[in-house]
C-alpha cells in the first residue's frame, strides 16, 4: 500500500501512516496466531486483575511486598494492552495501517511503562533486601508512608522521563517508506524512517535509557548480591531455603525482564538479529506480564478458603453435600457474596483455563503429528504413548466441568454430589490402574517387584 501522503520538501512526500508489518506475511498462521494471542490476552488480563482484587480486598496481603506486587500486576495490565489489542486487531482484519500520531502515543506508553517497570522491580528488590538482610528493623523502615511514596515516584518516574524524547520525535518528518519491520512502535524502527536529523535525538535516548535503566539495574544487582550473601551466612539448610523462597518469583521475573531487554536492545541491529528480537519482544512485552501471576503464585485456594469463612454464619446449618465445598457453603452465609463470587469465577478461569488451553493445544499439535504418520502401526504405538494420560485428563475436566460450569437452572445437588465423587474420589482410584495396566513398563515393574517379594518369602 502507497503511503498517504503531502507535499514536503521539493519532491518529497510526507507519511502520514505507517505500516506495522509484525510477523510477516504468513495468511495461513493469522488465525492461529490471532487465537494464541488472544489466550494470552485474556489470560493476562485476568490473572494480574485477580492479584489487584486480591491485594486490596484480602487484609493478610496488606503487606508490602504485595503492595509492590499489586502495582507491578496494575502495570502489567496496561503494559500488555498498549500491544496486543492493536496486534489482534491487526491479526483479524489484515489491517496493518497505524497513523504517525498514534504510533508515538503506542511508543510513549510503551516506553513509560517500560521506566515505571525497571523502577518498580528495583523498588522490590530493596524491600526483599530490607526484609531478609534487616529484618529487625524492616516493619520501620518499610512503612505505609514509604510504600506509597516509593509506589509514586515509580509511576511519576516513568511517565515523565519519556515525556521529553516524545515531544521531540513528535516534531521529525518522515517521508521516506513507511514499513515499520515489528508488531508495536519501537523507538529504534521509528529512527530509521525518518528523514530529520535524528542524531541529538539518538544521543538523548541512550542517555536517557542509561539513566533510567542502569541506576534501578544496578540497585537491583546490589540487593541480590547482599541478600545472597546474607543467606549464605544462615546456618541451617532448612533457613536458607526458606529465605531464599521470599524472593526468588521476584529473582526470576527480574532474570526474565533484563535478560530480554538487554538481548533486545544492547545488541546489534543487525538483519540477521532481527528476527531473535522481534521474538525477545513478545517475552518481555507479553510472555512476561502473563507469567507474572503464574511465578508470583499467590495462594489463591488459601485466601479464597480464609475469606469464605469469615463471613457471617446465622441461618440453617445444614450443607447438601459430603464435604465442604464452597457454593453449598455459600448458600448458608448471610452476608454479601457477591464480591467472593466474581472473586472465585475470576480465580478458577485463571487456574483452571490456562492449563486447560495448555494441554488441548498440546494434543492438537500431537493428533496433528499422529495423523502424518503413514502406517497405521505407528499411529498406534505413538497414540498409545499418551492414550492414559489423555483419559485421565477426559475423566477429571469432564466431571469438573459439569460439576462446575452447568447453568444454575440444571443445577440438582445430588446430580453435583455424583459428579464430585467422580472427580474426588473415582479419578484418583482409577488413575493407577489406567495408567498401568496400558503401560508396559509399570506392568513389568509391577511383576519384577512381585517375583522379588515371592524370591525373598522363598530365602
Known amino acids: 500500500m502507497k503511503p498517504t501522503a503531502n507535499k514536503c520538501q521539493g519532491n518529497q512526500t510526507t507519511v502520514t501512516e505507517f505500516i506495522l508489518l509484525g510477523f510477516g506475511d504468513l495468511p495461513g498462521l493469522h488465525v492461529l496466531l490471532f487465537l494464541l494471542f488472544l489466550v494470552i490476552y485474556i489470560v493476562t488480563m485476568a490473572g494480574n486483575i485477580l492479584i489487584v482484587v486480591l491485594v486490596v480486598t484480602d487484609q493478610h496481603l496488606h503487606t508490602p511486598m504485595y503492595f509492590f506486587l499489586g502495582n507491578l500486576s496494575c502495570l502489567e495490565t496496561s503494559y500488555t494492552s498498549t500491544m496486543l489489542p492493536r496486534m489482534l486487531d491487526s491479526l483479524l482484519t489484515g489491517n496493518r495501517n497505524i497513523s504517525v500520531p498514534s504510533c508515538i502515543i503506542q511508543l510513549y506508553f510503551f516506553g513509560s511503562l517500560a521506566g515505571t517497570e525497571c523502577c518498580l522491580l528495583s523498588v522490590m528488590s530493596y524491600d526483599r533486601y530490607l526484609a531478609i538482610c534487616k529484618p529487625l528493623h524492616y516493619a520501620a523502615l518499610m512503612n505505609d508512608r514509604l510504600c506509597l511514596q516509593l509506589a509514586v515516584a515509580s509511576w511519576i518516574g516513568g511517565f515523565v522521563s ?274 498401568s495396566l496400558r503401560n508396559k513398563e509399570v506392568k513389568g515393574a509391577i511383576r519384577k517387584m512381585l517375583g522379588w517379594q515371592i524370591c525373598s518369602r522363598q530365602f
Open 162 to 435: 519519556v515525556a521529553f524524547l516524545i515531544s521531540v520525535m513528535s516534531l521529525l518528518t518522515f517521508c521516506g517508506p513507511n514499513e515499520i519491520d515489528h508488531f508495536f512502535s519501537d523507538f529504534s524502527p521509528i529512527m530509521k524512517l525518518s528523514c530529520s536529523d535524528t542524531y541529538w535525538l539518538e544521543v538523548s535516548a541512550v542517555i536517557h535509557s542509561s539513566l533510567f535503566t542502569f541506576p534501578p539495574f544496578l540497585l537491583t544487582l546490589a540487593s541480590y548480591v547482599s541478600i545472597i550473601t546474607t543467606i549464605l551466612r544462615i546456618p541451617s539448610t532448612t533457613g536458607r531455603q526458606k529465605a531464599f523462597s521470599t524472593c526468588s518469583s521476584h529473582l526470576i521475573v527480574v532474570t526474565i525482564f533484563y535478560g530480554t531487554l538487554i538481548i533486545v536492545y544492547l545488541l546489534s541491529d543487525s538483519d540477521a538479529l532481527r528476527v531473535l528480537n522481534k521474538v525477545c519482544s513478545v517475552f518481555y512485552g507479553v510472555l512476561t506480564p502473563l507469567v507474572n501471576p503464574l511465578i508470583y503464585r499467590i495462594p489463591v485456594g488459601t485466601v479464597q478458603t480464609t475469606w469464605l469463612f469469615s463471613f457471617p454464619f446465622c441461618g440453617p446449618t445444614e450443607i447438601n453435600h459430603f464435604f465442604c465445598d464452597s457454593p453449598p457453603v455459600l448458600k448458608l452465609v448471610c452476608g454479601d457474596t457477591y464480591l467472593f463470587e466474581m472473586y472465585a469465577v475470576t480465580g478458577t478461569i485463571v487456574i483452571v483455563l490456562f492449563p486447560f488451553i495448555f494441554i488441548l493445544v498440546s494434543y492438537i499439535c500431537i493428533i496433528s503429528t499422529i495423523l502424518r504418520i503413514p502406517s497405521a502401526e505407528g499411529r498406534l504405538k505413538t497414540f498409545s504413548t499418551c492414550s492414559s494420560h489423555l483419559m485421565v485428563v477426559t475423566l477429571f475436566y469432564s466431571t469438573a466441568g459439569l460439576t462446575y460450569f452447568r447453568p444454575k437452572s440444571s443445577y440438582s445437588p445430588d446430580t453435583k454430589k455424583l459428579l464430585s465423587l467422580s472427580y474426588t474420589v473415582f479419578t484418583p482410584m482409577l488413575n493407577p490402574i489406567i495408567y
